[in-house]
């Protein structure tokens, strides 16, 4: 294997998962995009979170040096971050599914 021409262990399953997103995507739309972006803030919320409790911020360079941590600690845990996606949109979109939509009456009217 040669890392020259851009091929790295664990390349394979990183373009497995990359696809198998994408159909996600394709089939659950916005639960899908949204399932996403709630493990995505959620991480980040905690990364910040962590990073603040260790860390005395004084200054609003300090702010945004957590900001950054914490975007850089989020960013690493993207594989992690897609491959719950995965597993969690069916459940989600089961369960927003199952959930009546609720429409007014001619009473409420």
Known sequence: MSHLA????G???????KVRFAQVKRE??????GTYLVIFFAVLGS??????????VESASGTSGVLLG???ATKV??????????GLT????????KTP?????AEDA
Do not use: C, D, N
């Open 90 to 97: 069916p459940l989600v979109a089961r369960v927003l599914r």
């Open 47 to 56: 990364f910040a979170v962590a990073i603040k409790m260790g860390y005395a």
């Open 6 to 9: 851009g091929e790295y262990p």
């Open 28 to 33: 659950y739309g916005k639960i899908a995009i």
């Open 101 to 105: 939509v609720e429409t007014p009456s």
């Open 11 to 17: 390349m394979e399953r990183w373009k497995r998962i």
């Open 70 to 72: 914490a975007w850089l």
């Open 77 to 86: 845990t993207q594989p992690i971050r897609i491959a719950a996606t995965i």
